[in-house]
């Protein structure tokens, strides 16, 4: 029985009688599986599995003890300065030790939150030395840029050459495309099924989807052909050329329009609409110029935190070259003017392997911090905590452009007039900048904590600020909407907010490996406790057990410490052995195809159906059908009336818009004479006029009242006769029930159906 | 374009049917006239009358007649000017149709039956549901139309709603105000009788003496009333926004609904409903359930305005507070836009946008709001926030529409007749519904309605007289099988299937049984139930079986495949007029075409398609109204296409065309339509060439071997 497969997708009413069949008996499925033959195969996955078990076992708590070396010999822990990282492993860690308590995990936890708290400790912030000198601070800027200039080149190499790639089987596909194109007059539907094939490539929903909607719609004959023709040529065209667009730029990288209407050997004007359209979808956007023609690219759907964090330097360059004077202010314009650039490229490649660019990056970050601090320097030196904190918050506003507009705009608009003519009042300006600084000063202060203090709720930063809770919620939502903060997951409930950082090879291995011990001792001891006692029910879970397993040791087989895989050997080791065990499982799984007690055909040609429906209804907790039984029809004194189906109490019974057209021919004069009237003038009608006799039969697009076929479904029918009682057919009626308690008939019946 | 009318006076002499032929040039004048009731007199009654369309000519004739006081039921109707006459060139081809269709007409007069409109006395006693604004005015235009009226309301007063508005744009006076003058003439009137804290239960019956259950309070047993018709006015209720967790509805005293900040202001008590502080600023919020999938899918017309007026109540009362109106599109109909003009100059504050929540701190009330013009959220503490939610049908409409079997919209409120030209009428004869029932209405649309639909009543009742015996589907007990074909296809749900449970008890089998009832007072004569009949129980009284399948059979006489004849049944609603227009404005058509009229597509079953073919027709055509505009209740012209597309099928099976038959769709007034579709038609029957009939193969599918 192919049903069982989908118990849970069927209808209710279906449902109520699989259970009932299967809770008197069971089916017969594929092949009969006896109780016995399930409890041996149960058994033999038993004895096959124990020999595995215990290596599959231990293999977690091994590699983690080997992992907490690794990490205490390179002392890797303590380079992490995440905090939200930190958290966030802490929290796995926990409560991976609530399962089992290993000391591998232990002293990861420990070491963990030893760091955790050695920087939460560092809270107090350093004095620095005073008089630092701001030059000889920003003087690695330079070589740093150099650095990340040529990580950028190899960025761009890298994405070259995948273009190439990517470059012949594009000319493959534009090339079917043009040929499945020359057949759209001809035929719309087979050009549609070839388009259909051919978009499938790029992957492109809303191709996908409309190619899907235009078939259906020519299927059912709501598109006629005038229609289809124009709609696959027009419609489905701009969507396929869209997709097209989207894989160029996937694939190959930034373009413009006619670099695109080149690739694809398409008009420039087709194109240009096609991607202006795509700007208003979300899909594509601008992302710089090549000379004065605009580039495109796909909208990432997250930016690289990189990328962020190199915005926001040159933001913080930008903002500090304004206050100093010299030639210290001509480097860092200089810096900046070099910087900008780069950032144009970094936008156009997109997405790129962030670890690389890792340690120039944090190193320029961490000397723009300093070079900042050192400029805030100016302050005296006994003043109080809240005020450095106040003036460097003005500082990071004041590097963004927002505020700096408003200071600029709103003393011309007091004093004179906007291009409109309006003025503005000195109160309400006054008022206006007051809120605008309030504003901003404080988002500079809540930026400031973050990218000090590491990731934090909104809750955290109550307790920090005397900022009231309801506005540090709308900066945040405001600045995270500007990009400046992401929110890299949750803290006791709370979402916690982060400046973008780049993560560094440390903070991803223990990221990776504290998630990992979670799910590995979680598996790992479902699995043991599953063994202990195997049961046929509980086959799905070892399967998936141990699926975990391994694909947790194929992560794990990835991480390395200072380039080194962490206990390799344990991995390789234990890598036949997982595969086999699940295959085993799975294997097992198959044998059995459903759970439940098993008998065959033949011992339910003894089952006693009646006497045994209290006993179902006590089990099963709902009222017992009333029995089987078959329905046969007869269309010679069928009206066609519906009333079968407008009485049947479980929608079992339709009267389906198809006409027997040719059974008419074989009704007999007695059986005419005895229907109403007007319905045996129909049949002797259509008889007189007949030139022919019909084959096949009519079928109707809609319902039609006094037309149709009856047919029952036996899934449904709980054969409680009333529809027979119902039917106004001459005699006794057109409907008959064959009462059937022998459940192997009727399971034969139902299955034959199907 | 002219007749032979010698070769008719001559052709129709030789036929059977006719017992005398009579040329008259001047029907409708009154020589016509005199010579009609003299041939009356001479002929039983039955009569055929081949003149100008019936339309015209049938009601004068009706008048003068009936002013003798005789019978004009009988006589039957040929159209020879503007179906045949006018619109064909050749004057023998014209009257070769006319002649067809003359002998068709003796044809269906043979069994023509006398339809007697008796008068039958009912009392002049209206009972209206509802005591709002509505039902008031219905009730005081009944009795101005000498009606005995009782008013029937669920509160402890009448005044509904409208009561309760401090102001009723745009007239700028109070509810109250308002509703006073009716309020006088209602205490003074004496065939007014009001009766409040009265719930009805069900109302059974047809027009003329339907029966109401009521209860009234400190007795439980129920109690009736006969009455001759219902006025349903039960008005609308307010939705509740309870569910609506961002607006805390129900859960912060300050937020209120509009009609509750409407009643405060009319109360005079405008002060926070928290802790009686006053009232400084007001945050409305529009839309509240309206125009929203989960709740009501429509806009509800009225808030808008009512929002309108009570800020603007606000500032006269208090012109420091400070209203804010958040909205996602303001829509004021008619001249209330004045008022939103003022609302404007006069200090409220529109935000486009939506109120994404409301929360409580501080003992404050604070509301964010998202302002979709500057991108921005908002945050704001007012003193109140005033929902404006959505307007639903009252309670208990579903529940009375199970016996007085009017149908609902799919949003609740009473689907009106038709809505051009039957607004306040409803399925059911007898029973009128007005005011918001139908759909949200501003006051002075529902007094109009009300109105309105007291004389819709009086056209009924007549003052107490009722006709007792009208055209439509009579059932012949004895024949009916109990198929409910008829009960579940009515356009009007008119027959009701009845349990025989006394036949039950005896029938062996354990049949369930059922019998059709037909009040032919509720029947619009279409003709829909005769033509799904299997056992030909039903049947309309002027247009038998018998009758339309002789008409058919006489007027296809001798057709053959030499002169292709092309059928076309037409309903007299649509179809008729735009063949009288293409008739008087003399468009031209082929002249081979033979019109049939039918009360209404439905009318027209498979049979009589299968008939015409089987008499001879090469095409046969059903012209009907359009799609959804089927005058007699909405469905006669569907199931004249399923007969249509059936029969097509039929014929396609049994070795004809099925493009013999076809159904056409018409406004009243598109004569072109009707001229490109009978020529279609009759082009198909000249392309198509002879059909089985006429080449003799029909019924010869025995002989046929594959």
């Known amino acids: 029985m192919s049903e069982s497969k989908s118990l849970s997708d069927m209808a209710p009413k279906r449902r109520r009688m699989m259970d009932m069949v299967l809770a008197l008996g069971g089916l017969k499925e594929e092949a009969v599986i006896p109780l016995s033959k399930v409890s041996e195969e149960i058994a033999n996955l038993k004895t096959e599995l124990e020999p595995l078990a215990a290596e599959i076992l231990a293999f977690p708590d091994a590699y983690f003890e080997q992992f907490l070396e690794a990490t205490e010999s390179s002392d890797i822990i303590s380079r992490i300065a995440d905090r939200g990282l930190l958290k966030q492993a802490i929290s796995h860690l926990q409560e991976a030790v609530s399962i089992r308590d290993t000391e591998s995990t232990r002293g990861l936890l420990t070491s963990i939150n030893t760091r955790s708290e050695t920087l939460e400790g560092t809270d107090d912030i350093e004095e620095i030395d005073t008089a630092v000198d701001i030059d000889s601070l920003l003087s690695p800027v330079s070589e740093l840029i150099t650095q990340i200039e040529t990580v950028i080149t190899g960025y761009e190499t890298n994405a070259k050459s995948a273009a190439e790639e990517a470059s012949s089987e594009l000319e493959t596909l534009v090339a079917s495309i043009s040929e499945a194109v020359s057949g759209i007059q001809d035929d719309p539907a087979s050009a549609l099924d070839a388009l259909q094939k051919l978009g499938t490539k790029t992957r492109y929903g809303p191709f996908l989807r409309t190619t899907a909607q235009v078939k259906r719609g020519i299927r059912e004959g709501r598109i006629d052909e005038t229609r289809a023709l124009q709609l696959v040529s027009e419609n489905i065209m701009l969507e396929l050329r869209r997709g097209v667009i989207i894989f160029i730029l996937g694939k190959m990288g930034s373009r413009t329009v006619l670099e695109i209407s080149h690739l694809m050997n398409a008009r420039s004007s087709d194109i240009q609409t096609a991607i202006v359209s795509m700007i208003q979808r979300g899909e594509v956007e601008m992302v710089g110029l090549d000379e004065d023609a605009p580039v495109f690219s796909r909208v990432l759907e997250a930016i690289p935190a990189s990328t962020l964090v190199f915005k926001r330097i040159l933001q913080q360059l930008n903002g500090m070259g304004k206050s100093l004077e010299g030639d210290t202010k001509s480097s860092v314009v200089d810096s900046v003017k070099r910087m900008e650039p780069l950032l144009g490229r970094l936008q156009k490649i997109g997405q790129y392997d962030e670890t690389v660019l890792a340690e120039s990056m944090n190193n320029l970050r961490e000397t723009v911090d300093q070079a900042t601090e050192a400029v805030l320097q100016s302050s005296p030196a006994d003043s109080s905590e809240d005020l450095r904190l106040l003036v460097s918050a003005g500082l990071e506003a004041f590097a963004r452009f927002r505020l700096k507009i408003t200071l600029e705009k709103g003393p011309n608009l007091v004093s004179g007039t906007n291009v409109y003519g309006e003025k503005l009042d000195p109160e309400v300006y006054e008022r206006m900048m007051s809120s605008y600084l309030d504003n901003e000063l404080e988002r500079g202060t809540i930026l400031i904590l973050i990218r000090e203090l590491g990731a934090m709720t909104a809750k955290d930063l109550g307790e920090k600020t005397s900022i009231p809770k309801n506005r540090i919620l709308q900066h945040l939502l405001r600045m995270k909407r500007d990009e400046l903060l992401t929110s890299p997951g949750e803290s006791h409930g709370y979402l916690l907010y982060d400046v973008p950082r780049t993560p560094t090879e440390a903070e991803l291995t223990i990221e990776t490996a504290s998630s990992l011990a979670l799910q590995l001792t979680e598996a790992s001891s479902e699995f043991e406790s599953l063994l202990q006692d195997l049961k046929a029910e509980d086959i799905g879970k070892v399967a998936n057990a141990l699926e975990t397993l391994s694909k947790g040791r194929d992560t794990l087989i990835k991480i390395t410490i200072e380039g080194n895989v962490v206990g390799e050997d344990i991995l390789t080791g234990i890598e036949e052995k997982i595969r086999s065990a699940v295959s085993l499982a799975y294997r097992t799984r198959a044998k059995i195809p459903s759970t439940r007690p098993k008998v065959t055909l033949d011992d339910l040609a003894e089952v006693d159906v009646p006497s045994v429906l209290d006993e179902y209804k006590a089990m099963m907790g709902y009222a017992p059908l009333l029995g089987f039984g078959t329905i046969d029809w007869n269309l ?26 040719s059974k008419f021919f074989d009704i007999s004069d007695e059986e005419l004479d005895s229907l109403p009237v007007n319905r045996a003038l129909f049949y002797r009608t259509v008889k007189g006029l007949a030139a022919q006799k019909p084959v096949g039969d009519i079928v109707l697009t809609d319902d039609s009242p006094g037309f149709g076929t009856v047919e029952v479904d036996l899934w449904l029918c709980v054969a409680c006769r009333t529809c027979v009682r119902r039917c106004p057919g001459p005699d006794e009626g057109a409907l008959e029930l064959e009462l059937k308690w022998n459940l192997p008939e009727v399971v034969r019946q139902i299955t034959s159906q199907n | 374009m002219k007749l032979d009318y010698e070769f008719l006076e001559a052709e129709v002499k030789k036929l059977d049917l006719a017992g005398s032929v009579t040329l008259h040039d001047l029907g409708c004048q009154d020589s016509g006239l005199e010579a009609i009731a003299k041939l009356i007199d001479e002929n039983e009654a039955r ?26 039921s009988r006589i039957t109707y040929v159209n020879i000017r503007e179906h045949s006459a006018w619109v064909h060139n050749d004057p023998s081809e014209a009257s070769k149709k006319s002649l067809d269709m003359i002998r068709g007409a003796l044809a269906r007069s043979v069994d023509s039956t006398s339809i007697v409109s008796e008068m039958k006395e009912v009392p002049a006693h209206v009972t209206v549901i509802g005591g709002g604004i509505a039902g008031v005015e219905a009730a005081l235009s009944l009795s101005n139309l000498g009606y005995h009226v009782t008013l029937v309301e669920r509160e402890s007063s009448v005044g509904g709603h409208v009561v309760q508005l401090p102001v009723v744009a745009p007239t700028g006076k109070s509810g109250k105000e308002v509703f006073s003058g009716r309020l006088n003439a209602l205490e003074n009137d004496k065939n007014i009788d009001v009766m409040t804290d009265t719930t009805v239960k069900f109302v059974e019956g047809e027009l003329g003496s339907f029966t109401l259950h009521y209860n009234i309070p400190d007795d439980e047993d129920e109690k009736t009333l006969q009455t001759s018709a219902v006025v349903l006015a039960t008005g609308f209720q307010e939705f509740k926004p309870t569910m609506m967790d961002e607006y805390q509805y129900g859960k912060n005293p300050n937020v209120v609904t509009q009609l509750e900040l409407s009643r405060m202001l009319t109360e005079g008590n405008m002060v926070r409903p928290s802790d009686g502080k006053p009232v400084n600023e007001v945050i409305m919020v529009q839309c509240v359930g309206s125009r929203s999938e989960d709740y009501k899918r429509d806009c509800s017309k009225l808030c808008c305005t009512f929002a309108i007026d009570n800020s603007l109540e606000i500032l006269e009362r208090n012109p420091d507070t400070n209203v804010q109106v958040v909205y996602m599109d303001i829509r004021v109909p008619f001249e209330n836009e004045m008022i939103y003009k003022e609302s404007r100059e006069r200090g409220v504050d529109y935000i486009r946008g939506r109120v994404s929540m409301v929360w409580e701190s501080d003992d404050e009330t604070h509301v964010r709001i998202y302002d979709s013009l500057l991108n921005q959220y908002l945050e704001s503490t007012p003193d109140l926030v005033v929902l404006s939610s959505a307007i639903l049908p009252s309670d208990g409409v579903a529940e009375l529409s199970e016996t007085l079997g009017y149908t609902l919209e799919e949003d609740g409120h009473i689907k009106e007749l038709y809505g051009k030209l039957r607004r306040t009428e409803t399925r059911r004869r007898g029973v009128v519904a007005v005011g918001a029932i139908t759909r949200p209405q501003f006051v002075f649309e529902a007094v109009t309605d009300a109105q309105a639909a007291a004389l819709v009543l009086h056209n009924e009742l007549q003052g107490g007289k009722i006709e007792k015996v009208a055209r439509g589907a009579v059932l012949d007990v004895d024949d009916c099988v109990g198929c409910s074909l008829c009960a579940q296809q009515c356009p009007r749900g008119v027959p009701l299937m009845i349990e025989q449970t006394d036949a039950e008890e005896e029938d062996e089998a354990q049949k369930i049984l059922f019998k059709a009832a037909i009040d032919i007072l509720n029947c619009h004569s279409c003709g829909v139930c005769q033509s799904l009949c299997p056992s030909g129980a039903t049947q309309l009284n002027f247009l038998s079986n018998s009758q339309l399948w002789s008409e058919i059979e006489a007027v296809l006489n001798e057709a053959d495949s030499e002169y292709p004849i092309t059928v076309c049944f037409y309903c007299e609603e649509c179809s008729v007029s735009t063949i009288d227009i293409v008739g008087t ?45 089927c005058h007699i209740g909405g469905t006669g012209n569907e199931i004249a296409q399923v007969q249509v597309d059936v029969t097509r099928d039929i014929l396609n099976a049994i070795g004809w065309k099925g493009e013999r038959v076809d159904m056409f769709r018409m406004f009243s007034a598109e004569p072109d339509r009707f001229t490109s579709a009978i020529r279609e038609m009759v082009k198909r029957a000249q392309e198509l060439g002879p059909t089985p009939v006429h080449k003799g193969t029909a019924g010869k599918w025995m002989e046929v071997t594959e």
């Open chain 2, 585 to 629: 404005r003399k468009m031209e058509y082929p002249a081979s075409s033979r019109l049939i009229p039918v009360p209404c597509a439905g009318r027209v079953s498979i049979i009589d398609i299968l008939k015409a073919f089987e008499h001879g027709a090469s095409t046969v055509m059903i012209a009907a109204c359009e799609t959804d505009r």
């Open chain 1, 636 to 661: 010679s004194k069928c009206l066609g009336c519906k009333s079968c189906e407008i009485s049947c109490p479980e929608d079992a019974i339709e009267l389906k818009p198809v006409v027997e057209v």
């Open chain 2, 47 to 72: 009569l055929v009358v081949a003149a100008c369309t019936s339309q015209k000519i049938q009601p004068r004739i009706d008048q003068y007649l009936q002013s003798q006081g005789k019978d004009p």
